[in-house]
Structures are given as C-alpha cells and as structure tokens.
C-alpha cells in the first residue's frame, strides 16, 4: 500500500475550530476533517477492503467512510498533516490479522497447587471463628 496514493483518496474540508482563541476562531476555518472512503478505494484491494470493513466498523458511517477531525492546533496545515497520519496508521492497524487464541488448560500441577492453597486458606479463616460450647 503507497501512502501517496492512499492520501490522494483523502477528501479534505476545512470547518471553523471551536474552543479559545476569541475572534480568530469565528474568521478562520483551522479545524481539518478527513473522510476516506474504504468501499470505493482503488488502491486497496478486495482482501484489505474486508480487513478494514471487520477491524474498523466501530469507525466507519454507514457508507463505510473513515472519518478523523483534528482541531489540535491553531494552523489548518498542521492539523492537516496530524489528520492524514490518524487516518493513515488507523488504516495500517485495521489491516492488521489478530493472532488466533489457542484454548489451553491449566496443568494437574497447576491445578494440585491452587486446591491446596485454597484448603490453607479455608483453614486459616476456620481458625479464626469463635467456638461457642
């Protein structure tokens, strides 16, 4: 996967910032939000459409687009550059196979020495109970 080719499928717009900054903020639009479209991209294949699609649907709107807005900083170049690198590394980790977990069992020795650990401290508590006669 080429970044350049990734990025140019970024839509970019510009809204005005909120937060401190007085006038400034109502005049400028510093705020970035990126919107990448995973369905419709031509550099991702089939195989990686569906990785994304599985790994990433808690991120993507009903049309399957990824979403980012940065608003970190007072200029819209900054906040483009930190956009596109959220964006990009989102797309990286989603591309990401999770290990399958293999189901193990605790062994007998494992297993021996928590039951008797368990009887020691059943008998530690016993010790402590008033006897009534």
């Not at 903020?25 to 990785?51: A, W, Y």
């Not at 956009?83 to 990286?92: E, N, P, S």
């Not at 008998?123 to 009534?132: C, G, I, Q, T, V």
Request: glycine content about 4%.
């Amino acid at each position: 996967m080429n970044k350049e080719q990734i990025i140019k499928e970024f839509t970019f717009t510009a809204v005005r910032s909120s937060g401190a900054g007085g006038q400034h903020v109502n005049k400028t639009s510093s705020k970035i939000v990126v919107r990448f479209n995973v369905e419709n991209s031509s550099v991702l294949t089939d195989e990686e459409k569906e990785l994304i699609l599985k790994n990433l649907a808690n991120k993507l709107n009903k049309e399957n687009d990824l979403i980012m807005t940065c608003e970190e900083s007072r200029s819209q170049h900054k906040n483009k550059e930190i956009a596109i690198t959220k964006v990009y590394t989102l797309i990286l980790n989603g591309l990401k196979v999770k290990k399958l977990r293999k189901a193990t069992k605790p062994s007998k020795k494992a297993n021996r020495k928590r039951l008797e650990k368990k009887a020691k401290h059943a008998l530690k508590k016993a010790n402590r109970k008033k006897l009534d006669y």
